[in-house]
């Protein structure tokens, strides 16, 4: 993922991303254009509720689309919408799920938290859906995150440790 991150100052509340202006970005910075056309237009297409600032202060999550109004190389979502907008998937009701995993580090020495530096956790087994100081590392963090995303809205059904150590 190459997630990017602005800010920016609105008159006013607004909760239907059609009513935030377009914004741009140049897209040479990030590999996402050539520098010689390098201007990136962000199409917002979902609000949340921002946890880490909270008040007001909203998180935006937006398109990126060229000048001309095509989607860039890496926006993913464009042809999602696409299908999912389609007549006929409109008539269904599809199932699917996304699944959220990842590793947390260390910070000093960039090793998966849990682990002893420079070896290996013993085997999996005892880690998953884990309780304990010995056996769910970093369940601080992944509640922080828990509660960040139900506070935003965003539909999560859920957390749990993995098998690894950290994961």
């Given at each position: 993922?190459d997630?990017?991150?602005?800010?920016?100052?609105?008159?006013?509340?607004?909760?239907?991303p059609?009513?935030?202006?377009?914004?741009?970005?140049?897209?040479?910075?990030?590999g996402?254009a050539?520098?010689?056309d390098?201007e990136?237009?962000?199409?917002?297409?979902?609000?949340?509720?921002?946890p880490?600032r909270?008040g007001?202060?909203?998180?935006v999550?937006?398109?990126?689309?060229?000048?001309?109004?095509v989607?860039?190389?890496?926006?993913?979502?464009?042809?999602?919408?696409?299908?999912?907008?389609?007549?006929?998937?409109?008539?269904?009701?599809?199932?699917y799920?996304?699944?959220?995993?990842?590793?947390?580090?260390?910070?000093?020495?960039?090793?998966p938290?849990?682990?002893p530096?420079g070896g290996?956790p013993?085997?999996?087994?005892?880690y998953?859906?884990?309780?304990?100081?010995?056996?769910?590392?970093?369940?601080d963090i992944?509640?922080?995150?828990?509660?960040?995303?139900?506070y935003?809205g965003?539909?999560?059904?859920?957390?749990?440790g993995?098998?690894?150590?950290?994961q």
């Amino acid at each position: 993922m190459d997630l990017r991150s602005k800010a920016r100052t609105l008159p006013g509340p607004v909760s239907d991303p059609s009513k935030l202006p377009k914004w741009n970005y140049d897209g040479s910075s990030t590999g996402q254009a050539p520098g010689e056309d390098s201007e990136v237009i962000l199409y917002p297409q979902a609000i949340f509720k921002d946890p880490f600032r909270r008040g007001n202060n909203i998180l935006v999550i937006c398109d990126a689309y060229t000048p001309a109004g095509v989607p860039i190389p890496t926006n993913k979502r464009a042809a999602a919408a696409k299908i999912f907008s389609h007549p006929d998937v409109v008539a269904e009701v599809p199932w699917y799920g996304i699944e959220q995993e990842y590793t947390l580090l260390q910070k000093d020495v960039k090793w998966p938290l849990g682990w002893p530096v420079g070896g290996y956790p013993g085997p999996q087994g005892p880690y998953y859906c884990a309780a304990g100081a010995d056996k769910a590392f970093g369940r601080d963090i992944v509640d922080s995150h828990y509660k960040a995303c139900l506070y935003a809205g965003i539909n999560i059904s859920g957390i749990n440790g993995e098998v690894m150590p950290g994961q």
